[in-house]
């Protein structure tokens, strides 16, 4: 397939630079200033190799990306809260072109659900979003195969950087302000951890896993969050005292969708450690089924919109 790219950090850059591995071809890739345009497929090296030398990918619009020939958009830009914009209206406009749309993007699949199934409907393309959930962990692939129909609910760990500062912290007793700090230093952790640490980017998935499983339409207005900030520092001394430790839970239940510090057995199954994501899907037959593995990072969730255009073209 030929794919425009839209999105130039870790995931669209990886997206771009695995394609020709997966057997296809990027015509256009863009970032927020300029963009990379072929319909014979751009030179993906260059692009690269501009945007680390001169902070863009190519000498064309943003927006020409667009215009050339392509048979699926790969949303890749950051994702935003309220509207989603710009990422729902590039979405809206590859698929009133009767494109294909692969979403690393969270924010239409969780914020503007119901709008995004209608622009689907009315299209001849059709929206994947396997990468908005769980990184390279095969989640949404796994209840579609099931049958959202046949999972009753879903919980996991959902988000790395958390994770990680959780896991630290009861590992080797340090302090919060002191395990954040080694995350940011290691990159685990964005200058402004907010997003991470305050639940928001483990609720937005757990919304996506509620639309996808229920039959309405849930935002993060509809989540009950609460973040690790806040976590008293003599928690997890003591849920170690009782063979337990804390991790930041997600939940997508009938009864909606919550985030938050939660006990878990200190060897169980979701005290996953580091940057590890699991999920578990609760289902009607097969019980409970436990899915593992990397959350984050350009290369592993590239895995992951790359298996879904591959999708498309079965």
Aim: glycine residues 12%.
């Amino acid at each position: 397939m030929k794919l425009a790219v839209l999105g130039a950090g870790a995931v669209g850059r990886s997206v771009a630079d695995l394609a020709g591995e997966y057997g296809h071809e990027v015509t256009a890739l863009a970032d927020s200033t300029s963009a990379a345009v072929d319909s014979e497929g751009i030179d993906v090296a260059a692009a690269l190799a501009e945007k680390d030398e001169a902070g863009r990918v190519g000498s064309a619009a943003p927006e020409d990306a667009l215009d050339t020939e392509y048979d699926a958009l790969v949303e890749a830009t950051p994702t935003t809260l309220g509207d989603a914009e710009p990422g729902f209206g590039h979405v809206r406009a590859a698929l009133e072109a009767d494109h294909h749309v692969v979403l690393a993007n969270k924010g239409p699949v969780a914020e503007r659900y119901a709008d995004l199934r209608e622009l689907e409907r009315d299209s001849e393309g059709r929206v994947r979003f396997e990468a908005t959930v769980g990184g390279a962990i095969p989640v949404l692939s796994t209840v579609e195969s099931y049958g959202p129909d046949t999972i009753s609910a879903a919980r996991g760990v959902l988000n790395g950087t958390a994770n990680f500062v959780l896991s630290r912290m009861a590992a080797e007793g340090l302090g919060y302000e002191h395990v954040l700090a080694e995350a940011q230093d290691l990159g685990v952790a964005e200058a402004d951890p907010s997003f991470d640490v305050n639940g928001t980017d483990a609720a937005l998935k757990c919304v996506i896993l509620a639309n996808v499983l229920g039959d309405r339409e849930y935002s993060l207005d509809d989540a009950e969050v609460e973040g690790i900030a806040e976590l008293p520092g003599n928690a997890l001394e003591l849920a170690g005292e009782d063979g337990r430790t804390v991790r930041l839970i997600g939940e997508a239940t009938p009864e909606g969708v919550r985030v938050g510090p939660r006990l878990v057995p200190e060897n169980g199954t979701l005290a996953v450690s580091g940057t590890r994501n699991i999920v578990q899907l609760e289902t009607d037959h097969a019980g409970r089924l436990n899915l593992s593995g990397r959350g984050a990072g350009g290369p592993e969730t590239a895995t992951a919109v790359l298996a879904d255009v591959n999708r498309l073209g079965d």
